[in-house]
């Protein structure tokens, strides 16, 4: 465990709490300490209120923040001496807690403070930092944590038995601490949870919460716990995309929604999915609170999702007997799948969930892999994970999920995704919940967007086999497909019949009809499992109903294409799978209408720029976010009963009306 400080850098950070936000990050930036919000950190401050009075304050990590991005405001200042009275109470709902640390914040736009603040307050030093190391979580799960801590740091640190993040935790930390504390201590321990550093200055904590770990570190590799070597027995198949999507669709079934599933199957995953005594260690729990609600107690064995499910019903009726509450249970789909053959499958609402599930759970696998050479694994318990994931205060989150948005979970792929239209239907999806595969002749389309729901793909969609490399790489990715926007095609230039050669009219064909045709035949296995229904929109164009002179060609292409799409209507309705035509014209702000062409064609019909633009009925300009609109509206709920529509979206045209 190497230490990030650099003096250089921390001398931009002048104040306490600037240091605290510089060691603060240090820590967010090793994803072996902290993790997707995993981990919080605290300065305690006294300052001048607005009587010029001092107040002793605790500024705490805020939930919400991420340590490794996190900045001043991201911290929540609030009162010690009442978080120090809260700490002396024998009992206190985390409810109640929860609302006693808000209100007790100096400032009405603090984020909410952690749950974790009362024992950052009880911990008597300036600078506190908490994180979730590996390289701890493979020792303090095992039945022999507490010999195995002692040797490793003596007197060095308090260790505390599990109990559950909240006010019970630091209750018990109040009790536990000031009793067990030497002159040595540096840190604390908390079973199956986590560790504690703390010091006079940023840097103190910082370096003892290195220098804890490394101790960690050092033991492991010492009993050759350290540096695991996965070896797989056998690879997966070239192509999964099917096996891929039928498992989303089982697990739509159990979750009442559809998810999206991302594939991991790099060499420590296969090998860990065919781990002879997975069944044993993959069951007994997760590696700390933290990962309970993200990745679910347990993962999914093979992919009999039904028997999963039931058995997450079992769990939870047999767990919620005990509590008090009424309890809302959560769904019963698993957000970890191990198989022997594919190897890991994170599964998540929207591809940033399942990309935290899969991060998550490969540090499990770390953590369980190093553990399992010195000892058994005993990691939090049924019960221990039940209070956790139906804690009170995420039951009350529930009721306040507001609603999502109507494309969750789901995944579309657009052609032509790279500019005008298909970039603009790929916006479009992407804020109302799907992931995108977004394709395009470009390569500059790999960096469209660095989002987790935006998979970008250079591909030539004439070339079969650039189009199957793409719908594999898309399920493994994101699990299956949903929607489909068949936006790209080419537009040649204008010539009449006579003069229009068989060359530019078989690549226009090839292009705009035949490629489209390999699309729909190679992603039918696809969207026929879609939880929706599959969805397919087709760009067509104004042309169809109302053709122009001079493009053959293209007009010709675009007709058949629309043929083809109302074929395809009829005979994919048994299948779930709507298929629509928009006839878009005159939109002007895509890559083909640069400002001089647009000049040169309004002057040809003795129009101003403006006037050309708005040449319809309504006197509307058409833009590429309308037609987006409208493509990714009719792939929404409100057209579920419509399929084999054509829809003009062009102002308005007298020779199409
Ligand atoms: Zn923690």
Redesign the pocket.
Known sequence: MKSLWNDQDAAQFKTDLEQRVYTSRLLGRDTSLVLHG??NTSVKLTEPNLFGEPVDLLYVKGSGWDLASIEAVGFAPVRMEHLLRLSLLPELSDSQMANELRVATIRADAPAPSV?AILHAILPHKFVD?T?SDALASIIDLPSARDRLTEIYGDRVVVVPYVM?GFALSRVCAEIFPKLVTKNTIGLVLLK??IFSFGATAKESYDRMIELVDLAESYLQRHNAWQITYQKSSSSAAQVRSDIASLRSEIAKVAGKPMILSLHDETKFLAFAQRKDLDVIATRGPVTP?HVIRTKRIPLLGRNVQQYAQAYRDYFDTMASRSQRSLQMLDPAPRIVLDPELGMISVGKSADEAAVAGELYEHTIDVMSRATVLDAWEPVTPEEAFDVEYWELEQAKLGKAGSSKPLMGEVALVTGAGSGIGKACAEELRQRGAAVVALDINPAIVSQSNKKSFLGIQCDIADETALETALETAARRFGGLDIMILNAGIFPSTKRIEDLDLATWHRTMRVNLDANLSLLRLAHPLLRLAPNGGRIVINASKNVPAPGPGQAAYSTSKSALTQLARVAALEWGKDKIRVNVVHPNAVFDTGLWTPEVLQQRAASYGLSVDDYKRNNVLGAEVTSRIVASVIVELCGPTFCATTGAQIPIDGGNDRVI
């Open positions: 995993g981990g974790e908490h979730h993040p949870h986590g933290d």
